[in-house]
């Protein structure tokens, strides 16, 4: 008779093996995907740098509308944020004194809530905490979508002739968002 058949310890490793490498690819190539697709959001959409800001309206969460083409002739800088993300309350008080030191000599700051009026009372409580005085938009998912956002904290730096000179994706240090819009403010307009 036959002896019963024993299981290779061997193959059955090397078959896990196998297995761990395929997940360890197929997560490396999601992870490649997401990536390409962030930078492509950064610089290659309808909002990237050097292009035309697009144009939008929506309501504030205390006045009327507010339209990009108002604010024309000021370096604008577009502050995309969530009342659920840490960072972009963290970026807060940065983006206030922004406002009130680079305000009078032509910047505006305007914030633009993604979570729409349904969030209203939250996203005024936080902006009532922060002390923040510049407009807020109400965005119920347009204005996230010209702009390429695709995470938060999100910022656009528009030069006065409407066009986005820079994009910050992620927490952006203080300095250098100061840098940035002091490079703006003294831009020379085009002839």
């Known amino acids: 008779m036959a002896a019963p058949a024993v299981p290779d310890p061997r193959g059955r490793a090397r078959?896990?093996?196998l297995v761990a490498a395929a997940v360890l690819l197929a997560l490396f190539l999601l992870?490649?995907?997401w990536i390409v697709r962030s930078l492509r959001s950064l610089g290659g959409g309808a909002a990237g740098a050097g292009r035309p800001a697009p144009a939008f309206s929506g309501p504030t969460l205390v006045g009327p509308r507010?339209?990009?083409?108002d604010l024309r002739g000021q370096v604008v800088l577009l502050d995309f944020w969530a009342t659920w993300c840490g960072p972009c309350l963290a970026e807060m008080p940065a983006l206030r004194r922004l406002d009130e030191t680079a305000g009078p000599r032509g910047l505006a700051v305007v914030g633009i809530n993604i979570e729409?009026?349904?969030a209203r009372r939250a996203v005024d409580d936080v902006v009532r905490?922060?002390?923040l005085r510049y407009p807020t938009v109400l965005?119920?998912?347009?204005?996230?979508?010209?702009?390429?956002?695709?995470?938060?904290p999100h910022l656009?730096?528009?030069d006065r002739e409407g066009i986005v000179r820079r994009v910050f994706q992620g927490a952006t240090p203080a300095a250098e968002m100061a840098r940035a819009v002091e490079?703006?403010?003294t831009m020379v307009p085009r002839p």
């Open 15 to 17: 078959r896990r093996a």
């Open 31 to 33: 992870n490649g995907a």
């Open 66 to 69: 507010l339209a990009l083409a």
């Open 116 to 118: 729409g009026a349904a």
């Open 129 to 131: 905490e922060a002390g």
């Open 139 to 152: 965005d119920e998912g347009q204005i996230r979508q010209l702009y390429g956002v695709g995470g938060l």
């Open 156 to 158: 656009v730096l528009i």
């Open 183 to 185: 490079e703006t403010l």
